[in-house]
């Protein structure tokens, strides 16, 4: 079974540009969070996805962030116009809806995929 | 509100020696708690987890945590450990009743010495 993909795996902009980020998260997992960590920091939860739809969108900085989830598979987080401050690792993640008697602990186990590092410079 | 401590930002220990990372939460009820391990270039890999029951859980990899309620700690451990276990170890719990979302420690970077 393929775990979380992301991509790119790094990535270099201007400030003022734009970027797109793109996470296929496990077949099968309907939930789908974003979440992000500055350097030196903590990482920080940005939304939360339940199929195509925002359960949870918190996180979310600013109006620069979009994120979308178009047809409940993949996600795309977008920012534009991209800040310095903007820069660091984002990951996403998924997990399973909650399904039989073990299914509501099983939604609370995250897999992570292995980020995008973000640079703006 | 939720949240999780790691009061160690770097631990350095030698091939072979034992290894506890701290853990402390702030809770208003039992918590979920999870270890994450984040090797060199790799994403965040859940080591273990406790939702209640026993409080020594065991994961994979050799490492086992003891939760400890009047403590408030979910200290991670290890008997022996392996070059291969130099990484970046994260703590975490849902950010409240009912939520996914995870709040997570600042992190410990582990650094091995052969």
């Known amino acids: 079974e393929a775990g979380v993909t992301q991509f790119p795996s790094h990535s270099v902009i201007e400030k003022g540009q734009t970027v797109t980020l793109r996470c296929d998260p496990i077949s099968g997992h309907d939930n789908l969070y974003w979440y992000r960590r500055v350097m030196g920091k903590e990482i920080k939860f940005l939304l939360h996805f339940v199929k195509e739809s925002k359960q949870d969108e918190s996180g979310m900085p600013n109006n620069r962030f979009l994120a979308e989830r178009t047809g409940g598979t993949y996600s795309t987080l977008k920012v534009q116009p991209a800040e310095l401050e903007d820069s660091g690792v984002y990951f996403c993640?998924?997990?399973?809806?909650?399904?039989?008697?073990?299914?509501?602990?099983?939604?609370?186990?995250?897999?992570f995929g292995p980020g995008t590092r973000l640079t703006v410079t | 509100a939720q949240s999780v401590t790691q009061p160690d930002i770097h631990i350095t220990v030698s091939e072979g020696a034992s290894l506890e990372l701290r853990c402390n939460y702030s809770y208003g009820a039992t918590p979920y708690l999870f270890w994450y391990v984040q090797s060199p270039g790799q994403g965040l890999q859940l080591l273990l987890k406790y939702f209640s029951g026993d409080t020594l859980v065991q994961g994979i990899k050799g490492f086992e945590a003891e939760f400890k309620r009047s403590q408030s700690s979910f200290n991670l451990r290890k008997p022996s450990v392996h070059w291969s276990d130099a990484a970046e170890y994260f703590c975490?719990?849902?950010?409240?009743?009912?939520?996914?979302?995870?709040?997570f420690g600042k992190g410990t970077k582990l650094s091995v010495i052969p």
């Open positions: 975490a719990l849902p950010s409240g009743a009912g939520s996914y979302q995870l709040t």
């Open positions: 993640a998924s997990s399973p809806l909650p399904s039989g008697l073990a299914g509501v602990l099983s939604s609370y186990e995250q897999y």
